[in-house]
């Protein structure tokens, strides 16, 4: 791109002055000063003045001043946005302690509640299912019955295991069926 071509390019023979800005890396345009903070801009001045050095110019100073005030005012957002994130986390932990109180005065808890209802269906069906084939050990027990697998008889003992255990499954899937709502 040629000069003559730039909108923004001066005049030939004439210079055009930007003042420099330092850019932090996460700021894309310099903030100004907001008129409302004199108070800043006075403390900031009065903390230049203090710093003089001899041979000085008011220029430098007042340059010195504004870069003081700049440092202030970026201090004041950062520790606004600290109070901001606390506030946050406060608000955050405030919610989950009422969740705790809540919980505990249903007796249910959020993990207790996390699930879905098809998790709730699995656990009523696979119940059932335990509860079924206990009452089958529990009336193999009870009549007789001899079973035998290619010629290999199982012992009543073993079906009386198998009730305690499929027993205690089914419990188990319904407790937590039951917690799930």
Known sequence: MSV?????APEPGTVKIRPAIYLPPNMSKPTPSP????????????????????????????????????GIEQYKRQQSAK???????RKRLQKEKQTAQDSAQTGHTEADTGY???????????GATFLTMSVFHIARLLSGWDVSINGWFFPSWASLLAVLGLGTLAAWAFVTARRLY
């Open 4 to 8: 003559k071509n730039c909108p923004s």
């Open 35 to 70: 008129a409302g903070n004199e108070h800043i801009q006075e403390e900031a001045l009065t903390v230049a003045r203090s710093i003089q050095k001899p041979g000085q110019t008011k220029e430098q100073t007042r340059l010195i001043a504004q870069g003081i005030a700049k």
């Open 83 to 89: 109070s901001r994130e606390r506030d946050r986390l």
């Open 116 to 126: 879905s209802a098809p998790a709730r269906s699995v656990l009523i069906f696979s």
